[in-house]
C-alpha cells in the first residue's frame, strides 16, 4: 500500500496550525487553502482583494512548484471569497495565472476568513 507523503515546502508561508502544506498520494498533490501571506509568514489583509489574490496564488504556485507539480497540472481549484461582490474581481485575475488551462473550479462565498483576509485557494493536482 502506497503511503501519503506530506509535503514540507520551504519557501512557502509555515502553517500556523496542525497540517502541512500539501500531501502526495496516488499520483496526486492536495494543496492546504493558502491565504495571501508572504513567505515569511507576514500577514496582508491590509492589502487590496486584487493584490491579495496574487499573492494567494503565488502561495499556490510556490507550493505546488515544491511538491513538483505546476499550475497547468491542476485538476481542481476551490477558492473561497468574502463575499460575493469580489467575484467581478476574482475571475480575470484568476484567468491570467491559468492562461489557456482551465481546471474545475468552485468558489464559495464566505463572511469571514482567518486573520481578516478577504481570499483562500486550494487546489488538487496531477502529481510530476
Given at each position: 500500500m502506497i503511503q501519503p507523503t506530506p509535503i514540507q515546502p520551504h519557501g512557502a508561508p509555515p502553517p500556523h496550525a496542525h497540517y502541512v502544506p500539501a500531501i502526495s498520494h496516488a499520483g496526486l498533490v492536495f494543496t492546504s487553502g493558502q491565504l495571501p501571506r508572504l513567505p515569511d509568514g507576514t500577514h496582508t489583509a491590509d492589502r487590496s482583494f486584487e493584490e491579495q489574490?496574487?499573492?494567494?496564488?503565488?502561495n499556490l504556485d510556490?507550493?505546488?512548484?515544491?511538491?513538483?507539480?505546476?499550475?497547468?497540472?491542476?485538476l481542481h481549484v476551490t477558492a473561497f471569497l468574502v463575499g460575493i461582490d469580489h467575484w467581478e474581481a476574482f475571475n480575470p485575475i484568476y484567468a491570467e495565472y491559468f492562461g489557456d488551462w482551465r481546471p474545475t473550479r468552485t468558489v464559495v462565498p464566505v463572511p469571514a476568513l482567518h486573520f481578516g483576509y478577504l481570499v483562500e485557494i486550494e487546489a488538487i493536482a496531477?502529481?510530476?
Amino acid at each position: 500500500m502506497i503511503q501519503p507523503t506530506p509535503i514540507q515546502p520551504h519557501g512557502a508561508p509555515p502553517p500556523h496550525a496542525h497540517y502541512v502544506p500539501a500531501i502526495s498520494h496516488a499520483g496526486l498533490v492536495f494543496t492546504s487553502g493558502q491565504l495571501p501571506r508572504l513567505p515569511d509568514g507576514t500577514h496582508t489583509a491590509d492589502r487590496s482583494f486584487e493584490e491579495q489574490v496574487r499573492l494567494t496564488l503565488d502561495n499556490l504556485d510556490r507550493v505546488l512548484t515544491l511538491a513538483g507539480t505546476s499550475r497547468n497540472r491542476v485538476l481542481h481549484v476551490t477558492a473561497f471569497l468574502v463575499g460575493i461582490d469580489h467575484w467581478e474581481a476574482f475571475n480575470p485575475i484568476y484567468a491570467e495565472y491559468f492562461g489557456d488551462w482551465r481546471p474545475t473550479r468552485t468558489v464559495v462565498p464566505v463572511p469571514a476568513l482567518h486573520f481578516g483576509y478577504l481570499v483562500e485557494i486550494e487546489a488538487i493536482a496531477a502529481a510530476g
